[in-house]
C-alpha cells in the first residue's frame, strides 16, 4: 500500500472504495511488526483496531460516518483510554488500567478515529530524548543511533515510520515540538487551555498541553478542530469557540504577514550551522514573497529555562506525590510499615530523572527556599509572558529554532543532566509563556538528520499560525 501524505487523500481513497479501514490498519500493523527494534509501542491494540475499522467502514458505506473515519492514531502514555494501560512509561504504574476516556480521546472516537496502540514516551513525560522510559529507548528510524526526540518519542516516531497517519502527544517544554524536528514531522502545541487536559497524566498542570503529530499541516489542523473546546470537566480549559482550522487553511488573508526572528539565528553560539542556514534560506523566501522580516532580541532569553525548570520540577513534586503504592500501581514487596511502603515503592518505582526533578521541585517548595526560587521564578514568568505577548502585538509571528542541534546520539547526555536540559533552550519560551507553537520540516543537515524551525503566535491564534505554516511548507 502506498504512503499517505494528507489524511485527505485517505479520504478519498475511502470514499470511492480504493481501499477500506480495514486494509489501513492491517498496513500501518505490518510496519509497527516490521520497525518492532524502534521501541515506538508499548502496547498494540489490533483486534480492537481492525473492528473499529470494519464499524468504521460500515458507516461509510452508510454514509454516516464521521469527520475522522479512517483515520489512524496512536496516543503517547500519557492519556487515558477506558479500559487500557496507562503508565507515563514508568514503573510506578505497573497494571494500571484506565477508568475513563479523557476528553481528546473521546472526540478522536466520537469522530470515527481508530487507536492502533499505546506509545513509549519518557517517563511522565519528563526528558528530552526518550531515553528515561522504564520500557527502554526509542530510535530514530532516519538513524537508529540517533534520538527521536522526548517526551513524546514514541508517538514522533510512530508517524515518522508510517505505524500509524497521526500520533497525540504532550508538550510540557516541548515535547511536541522537538521530537517533530528530530524526525521531520509537523508538530503542534496549542495555546495553553485549548485542548482539555482531562485523561492528560499530570506532570506540570501549567504548562501541560496535548499536541498533534502529523505529516502534513492540513491532518493537524483537522485533528485540532475535532479535539479542542471545552468540556464540563476540566476548570483550566477555555470556553473560546473552536473555529474550523482545516476550511480556514487555505483561506487567504488579503496582506502580507510580519515576521519577527531572533537574533540567535544570525550568529548565536551552539546553534548547528545547517538548522541556521536552512533558517535564513526561509526567511528570504518569505522576504521574496512580500513578508516582513526582521531580526528582533528577546531580552529575557537567558532567564526562560531556569524559569521553566523551576516552576516545572515543583509542580511534579507535588502532583507525582499522589503515587505512593497505596491505592494503586506498583507497590514495593520490600515494605514493613507504612513509611517503608512510601519510601520503598517509590523510590522503586520512579526512575533516576523523575527522582532527580522530584527532588529538584521538592527543594524550591522548600520552606526556607520557596520565596527565593518559586515565588521569584512565577514573578519572572510572568515577566515573560507580558515581553512575549508584546512583540506579537508587534508581529504576526516569532520565528526561531526548535533545537540547538539535529538529533543527537543514543546515551550522549545521559550522563549530564544540565546538557541534556539545554536541548530545551528554545521550545520551552512557548510554554512559559502559555502561547501556541508549531513545528515545520525545514530540509535535512548532511548526514540525512531532519531539521525544523519553530513558529510561535498569540494566544488562540492557532488558525493564523497553521495557514502561515502550510504556506511555509509550500515554499521552495
Known amino acids: 500500500m502506498k504512503t499517505y501524505a494528507t489524511f485527505r487523500e485517505i479520504q478519498h481513497d475511502l470514499q470511492r472504495g480504493a481501499i477500506t479501514s480495514i486494509e489501513l490498519v492491517r498496513h500501518h500493523l505490518d510496519n509497527i511488526r516490521k520497525k518492532a527494534h524502534l521501541n515506538a509501542f508499548l502496547s498494540v491494540y489490533e483486534e480492537e483496531a481492525l473492528l473499529q475499522a470494519a464499524a468504521v467502514d460500515k458507516k461509510i458505506k452508510e454514509g454516516n460516518a464521521g469527520k475522522l473515519a479512517g483515520l489512524v492514531v496512536g496516543l503517547k502514555d500519557v492519556l487515558a483510554y477506558k479500559d487500557h494501560p496507562l503508565q507515563g512509561a514508568s514503573r510506578v504504574l505497573d497494571g494500571f488500567i484506565s477508568q475513563f476516556n479523557g476528553t481528546a480521546v473521546q472526540r478522536l472516537l466520537d469522530e470515527d478515529a481508530i487507536i492502533i496502540g499505546r506509545q513509549n514516551c519518557d517517563e511522565f513525560a519528563m526528558g528530552s530524548s526518550n531515553e528515561n522510559s522504564a520500557f527502554g529507548p526509542v530510535l530514530n528510524d532516519a538513524d537508529n543511533t540517533r534520538v527521536p526526540g522526548g517526551s513524546s518519542g514514541g508517538s514522533a516516531v510512530a508517524v515518522q515510520a508510517d505505524m500509524c497517519q497521526v500520533s497525540i502527544g504532550s508538550d510540557t517544554g516541548g515535547s511536541v515540538r522537538q521530537p517533530a524536528a ?26 501541560d498541553c496535548i499536541g498533534i503529530f502529523g505529516k502534513s499541516v492540513e491532518d493537524v489542523a483537522l485533528v485540532l478542530e475535532v479535539i479542542a473546546g471545552a468540556d464540563d470537566v476540566d476548570s483550566t480549559v477555555s470556553q473560546l469557540p473552536v473555529p474550523s482550522y482545516s476550511a480556514e487553511l487555505t483561506a487567504s488573508n488579503g496582506k502580507p504577514y510580519k515576521v519577527a526572528y531572533v537574533r540567535e539565528i544570525d550568529g548565536g553560539e551552539g546553534l548547528q550551522p545547517e538548522i541556521r542556514d536552512a533558517i535564513v ?72 530523572e523523575v527522582q532527580r526533578r522530584i527532588l529538584l521541585g521538592t527543594f524550591v517548595l522548600s520552606a526556607s527556599y520557596y520565596d527565593a526560587y518559586y515565588t521569584k521564578a512565577q514573578k519572572v514568568r510572568r515577566i515573560i509572558r507580558e515581553k512575549t505577548k508584546e512583540l506579537l502585538r508587534q508581529y504576526d509571528f516569532i520565528v526561531m529554532p526548535i533545537t540547538p542541534t539535529t538529533a543527537f546520539k543514543l546515551g550522549e547526555h545521559t550522563d549530564n543532566p544540565l546538557e541534556m536540559y539545554l536541548a530545551d533552550l528554545f521550545s520551552v519560551q512557548a510554554n512559559v509563556a502559555g502561547v501556541p507553537a508549531i513545528a515545520v520540516p525545514c530540509g535535512n543537515d548532511n548526514q540525512g538528520l531532519p531539521m525544523g524551525l519553530q513558529v510561535i503566535a498569540d494566544d488562540f491564534e492557532e488558525s493564523k499560525l497553521l495557514h502561515f505554516s502550510n504556506a511555509l511548507l509550500k515554499m521552495n
Open 182 to 207: 528530530f524526525c521531520g514531522l509537523v508538530g503542534l502545541k496549542p495555546t495553553y487551555s485549548r485542548i482539555s487536559r482531562y485523561g492528560l497524566a499530570a506532570y506540570a498542570s501549567s504548562f
Open 281 to 352: 534560506a526561509k526567511l528570504d523566501q518569505l522576504r521574496a514573497a512580500g513578508h516582513s522580516v526582521e531580526v528582533i532580541d528577546f531580552p529575557l532569553q537567558e532567564y526562560v529555562l531556569p524559569t521553566y525548570y523551576i516552576l516545572a520540577t515543583a509542580e511534579a513534586s507535588s502532583n507525582l506525590s499522589r503515587y505512593d503504592g497505596v491505592r494503586y500501581g506498583y507497590r514495593s514487596a520490600g515494605a514493613t510499615d507504612l513509611s517503608s511502603l512510601y519510601k520503598k515503592s517509590r523510590s522503586e518505582g520512579f526512575g533516576k
